[in-house]
């Protein structure tokens, strides 16, 4: 039971700093986010590389299954939380890109008006 132990807590492990990350991206603390993954990462990495044994108890199968579980659950709200800030950024981009196109035409007609000797 011992080294099924040491696999369970290393997915717990898993599970605590996923559940940190949700709180970071609800917070939407991204760069913050974007360095907590990279240690996420790391970790999944390593666990997974863990042997498994075909002897694993009943028991220590579904801890498992629900510890990823929980593990997918979060991962896949980070996702929409990300999909979200993504789709926010591109609509800002978007007005960005159509302030820039109305002070460019503005300029024009400005510049168009000044060298026709028009009052402004």
């Known amino acids: 039971m011992d080294r099924h132990q040491y696999l369970i807590t290393e997915y717990q492990l898993i599970l605590g700093l996923s559940e940190q990350m949700l709180v970071i991206a609800r917070e939407e603390r991204w760069d913050e986010l974007v360095e907590q993954e990279v240690s996420y990462a790391k970790m999944v990495e390593a666990t997974a590389r863990l042997p498994l044994s075909t002897d694993m108890s009943v028991r220590v199968q579904e801890t498992i299954r629900l510890t990823l579980r929980g593990v997918l ?31 460019t035409t503005y300029g024009l007609f400005a510049d168009h008006s000044l060298m026709q000797g028009e009052p402004q």
């Open 73 to 103: 659950e979060n991962e896949s709200e980070i996702k929409r939380l990300l999909q979200t800030r993504l789709d926010k950024l591109i609509e800002l981009m978007g007005h960005s890109s159509r302030s820039r196109e109305i002070n």
